[in-house]
């Protein structure tokens, strides 16, 4: 805090109001959880909420989707330019869904709320979420061909003008979804919980003084990026490349090559993904607003996670290149409908990019984005749209074990939601979920598990499927540690004659009776497996973790079956060859 700053004698204060601003983002969050109508909001948390100055910096977030806040900011900063701030007045209300805007795709809608003080601008409380369905030409169009493909599509426009909901939006929405009441629903209760976190954030202006406001947000800002600086400086100078591909596309035969490299200078850091290939055929296209929010999360890890909360003073140390007409700089009107593919694959190469020059603090690789399923599903009465994920391992680091059973960290704040409200919404049954064996890759350190998770269905569904690195997970491992195992795909009804075995795949047609099974793979691991302690291996093999084959093979620890204790002389015998 600056000598001259009016906080700088009343530390206490300058505390009271961040602890306010991250206290509204809460309660937006919480409220909008509380009132949403479909579990992908109120379960499954597919949102993000934020606070932001008047300056348009983000200065509060909630945990939510940390790809969603990264990009929520280019979303206001245009809502603005198209109304004006001297048109923006108390009591609006502004929304936009155009994934050239927002980042995301059109379920993904943009609702901002205005905040006010003494008439005068002081910020905005927004959120983005999918709301529901919007039209596509089916639930998850993996394979859209451009954006018309993809539904509704609401430029910026004012949801609420001085406090009255404009119904003919909601017209517009409701007759173009297939589950109208619950995504016009959805757009309500984001409007009610924004607008509530915008009286709250006139209401910490007002208590405080709005010179004591500005001061504090300007010292969060500063000292934020005074924090990333040092960090980045940490980090020896020079270019630090890593390359990967989209190895499941929804169209046959086709791959997309992904190039990276991280340019650090002193406390700058430039994301260049020059070389990486054309926008393709699908829906896989990254408008610039997603590629920039993957590198803003990528930076976070590299320095901030677990000191910092998120706000706008950590990016500015942050140069994003991304050519036009790139993968990661989609123009109108290609499709971007699983965007997120290719963006959280960025978010984890930057990493993987600097992990030699900073492998004492940074996890090996994960074993890439999450395996997912999204189905359509006609009831008696209505449209469902039921989805799960197969979560992964994540990668060992010095000294810890990965996490296993997790989101990738480009959708960490989405839970896995309970079986049992799917369930109650939808004829579908989840059999089983449980971490796969041998799975993490091998190392002093263990990878984590991947998953393997069942579905049935008691009627025909429409089927989408999002898997990536269906292959071998070479690479990853660190300092002598193996990569993860097993396969991210998803089997389509197994033991009957219309079983296969798909990655990223659209339009599947289930019939009522049959079974997926998706399977989430592990991350890799740490360091030499022999050098793995012998006691941390038997607990491996006691929980199901390790086989007693794989103990022996991969870690050279020879386990007797009978006690699943390790026989010590065989072990040495075994580790000293």
Sequence with gaps: MSADSPLAGDPVGAAVVRAALASTAREVFSQFVRTALTPTIYEAHDFSVAVFDDQVNVVADASGLPEYVGSLTFTVERLVERFGRSKIEPGDVLTCSDPFITGGHPPDLAIVSPAFHDGRLVGFCALRGHVGDVGARNDYPADAHSIYEEGLVLPPLKLVSGGVFNEDVAKIIAANSRMPRETVGNVRS???????????????????????????????????????????????????????????????????????????????????????????????????AQTVAACRLALKRLTTQDSVPANSGEYRSLRVVAPEGTIFNAQRPVGTFM???????????????????????????????????????????????????????????????????????????????????????????????????????????????????????????????????????????????????????????????????????????????????????????????????????????????????????????????????????????????
């Design 190 to 288: 984001g409007v009610g919980a924004t607008t509530q976190g915008a009286r709250k954030l006139s209401r910490i202006v007002e208590t405080h003084g709005e010179p004591t406001y500005r001061r504090a947000i300007a010292d969060l800002l500063d000292g934020s990026e005074l924090k990333v600086r040092e960090m980045l400086e940490a980090i020896p100078d020079g270019e630090y490349y890593a390359y990967d591909k989209v190895d499941e596309t929804a169209i046959a035969g086709e791959e997309i090559a992904l190039v990276c490299c991280v340019r650090i200078n002193g406390s700058e850091i430039e994301v260049d993904v020059t070389g990486s290939d054309p926008v393709h055929d699908g829906a896989l296209n990254v408008p610039l």
């Design 339 to 577: 965007m997120h593919v290719a963006a959280s694959f960025l978010s984890e190469m930057i990493v993987t990019a600097v992990l030699p020059a900073i492998a004492d603090r940074a996890p090996a690789q994960s074993s890439g984005h999450t395996t997912a399923f999204t189905a359509g599903i006609e009831t008696a009465y209505k449209h469902v749209s039921v989805d799960d994920i197969a979560p992964i391992g994540y990668g060992a680091q010095a000294g810890l074990d990965g996490e296993s059973a997790l989101e990738h960290f480009s959708i960490a704040g989405i839970p896995v939601a309970s079986a049992e409200v799917w369930e109650s919404k939808a004829p579908v049954l989840k059999k089983s979920i449980a971490l796969v064996a041998d799975s993490g890759g091998p190392g002093r350190w263990r990878g984590g598990l991947g998953t393997r998770v069942e579905w049935s269905f008691d009627a025909g569904a429409d089927v989408t499927l999002q898997s990536e690195r269906t292959g071998d997970l070479a690479g990853g491992g660190l300092d002598g540690g193996l990569p993860g195992r097993g396969h991210n795909h998803v089997e389509v009804a197994p033991g009957t004659p219309d079983e296969r075995r798909l990655g990223m795949s659209t339009d599947v047609r289930l019939k009522a009776g049959q079974n997926i099974v998706m399977h989430g793979a592990g991350g890799a691991g740490f360091g030499d497996p022999h050098e793995r302690d012998v006691e941390a291996v038997e607990r491996d093999v006691r929980r199901g973790y390790v086989s007693i084959g794989a103990a022996r093979d991969d870690y050279g620890v020879v386990i007797d079956p009978q006690t699943l204790t390790a026989d010590e002389a065989l072990t040495a015998e075994l580790r000293s060859r």
